[in-house]
């Protein structure tokens, strides 16, 4: 069974740091992170490949964000640093089990249950 299970939210104040972790069950090629605001559709945070050659981030956070992998632990970490108030979301992690597009939901085959971030200001 597949299974994705993030961990390593919670509540961190503006300008702090936290990092999310995604236990995965399988390996799988690209791994991508997700968030979603109350209110508003999940958006695409950052990708890596399964060789961590390449990584893929939104604008909103690249250079705050950090993602890398142990593919001998199949975990993916996002490494979040400098939040603000704006970062807070359900975060999710996703697999793709084939090479596709990273930045787009319907490249994932398997998601995780969320992890809640909320930054305060």
């Known amino acids: 069974q597949v299974q994705l299970v993030e961990s390593g939210g919670g509540l961190v104040q503006a300008g702090g740091s936290l990092r999310l972790s995604c236990a995965a069950s399988?390996?799988?090629?690209?791994m991508g992170w997700f968030r979603q605001a109350p209110g508003k559709e999940r958006e695409f945070v950052g990708a890596?490949?399964?060789?961590?050659?390449?990584?893929y981030y939104t604008d909103s956070v690249r250079g705050r964000f950090t993602i890398s992998r142990d593919n001998a632990k199949n975990t993916v970490y996002l490494q979040m640093n400098t939040l603000k108030p704006e970062d807070t979301a359900v975060y999710y992690c996703?697999?793709?089990?084939?090479?596709?597009?990273?930045?787009?939901?319907?490249?994932?085959?398997?998601w995780g249950q969320g992890t809640q971030v909320t930054v305060s200001s």
């Open positions: 996703a697999a793709s089990r084939v090479k596709r597009d990273p930045s787009l939901i319907s490249a994932y085959d398997y």
């Open positions: 890596i490949t399964w060789s961590s050659a390449s990584t």
């Open positions: 399988f390996s799988f090629y690209d």
